[in-house]
């Protein structure tokens, strides 16, 4: 498979559940990425990580936690969300360029998620 | 930091008009500006980015111009078809390091 494959593709939660997001980049990229799309609004970063290290966290709740063993593989662990977390949240990949800019973006397919 | 406004939030069309997407954006350091389509419980996809050393780009029904000065850029679509209804965003990033803002997004409709 190529790409950026993420899953579950949907998920349904309660307020009290833990649970986990993944994503996986079949694309020899070294930087990934955690977005949130909620209706009506742009897109919003969340996390960064270049080569496995996070470079960005963009004032997002503790109940997000990003975990990234390697350059292929995202995890977001969710708990104890709010229903306003209600959203699709997309992995993207990049390659960092040798000369340090970050190239173009790929993404996931998303995963819906709904908080009960 | 920085801020991208995109309009409209909506656009609807007849098949074969053309279709006109704008940004601005706050940040006059901001020199690479790409606009991605994300079609109906798809993924977004890069269709035409714009670097600020230029100030259009063209890839047959799609271009993009870049208007520095006035810190604003456009997307237009010519002899649109019902395969562009799509959203579409437009983002804006200031170095090769940094990272993309995005617009808040066009629902395009194009209706046959």
């Known amino acids: 498979e190529t790409g950026v494959t993420q899953t579950p593709r949907h998920l349904v939660m309660g307020m009290t559940n833990k649970k986990s997001l993944k994503c996986e980049q079949h694309l020899g990229h070294n930087a990934m990425y955690w977005y949130k799309q909620s209706a009506k609004k742009p897109l919003e970063l969340m996390f960064v990580?270049?080569?496995?290290?996070?470079?960005e966290n963009n004032s997002v709740p503790s109940r997000f936690s990003p975990e990234c063993p390697n350059s292929s593989h995202l995890f977001l662990h969710l708990h104890t969300l709010q229903p306003e977390d209600s959203a699709l949240y997309l992995c993207?990949?990049?390659?960092?360029?040798?000369?340090?800019?970050?190239?173009?973006?790929?993404f996931g397919e998303g995963s819906r998620l709904t908080v009960l | 930091g920085e801020n991208v406004e995109q309009h409209p939030s909506t656009l609807s069309v007849q098949e074969g008009d053309s279709a006109v997407i704008k940004c601005t954006y706050s940040?006059?350091?901001?020199?690479?500006f790409p606009w991605y389509k994300q079609e109906l419980g798809k993924r977004p996809q890069l269709i035409i980015d714009?670097?600020?050393?230029?100030g259009e780009k063209k890839d047959q029904r799609i271009a993009v111009t870049l208007n520095k000065t006035a810190k604003h850029f456009s997307l237009h679509i010519t002899e649109t078809q019902p395969e562009d209804s799509a959203v579409y965003f437009c983002?804006?990033?200031?170095?090769?390091?940094?990272?993309?803002?995005f617009g808040q997004g066009t629902i395009l409709t194009v209706h046959p």
């Open positions: 990580y270049n080569f496995k290290e996070q470079t």
């Open positions: 993207a990949s990049s390659r960092i360029q040798d000369s340090g800019g970050t190239g173009e973006l790929f």
């Open positions: 983002a804006a990033r200031r170095t090769s390091y940094g990272k993309l803002t």
């Open positions: 714009i670097r600020s050393n230029v």
């Open positions: 940040d006059s350091a901001s020199n690479y």
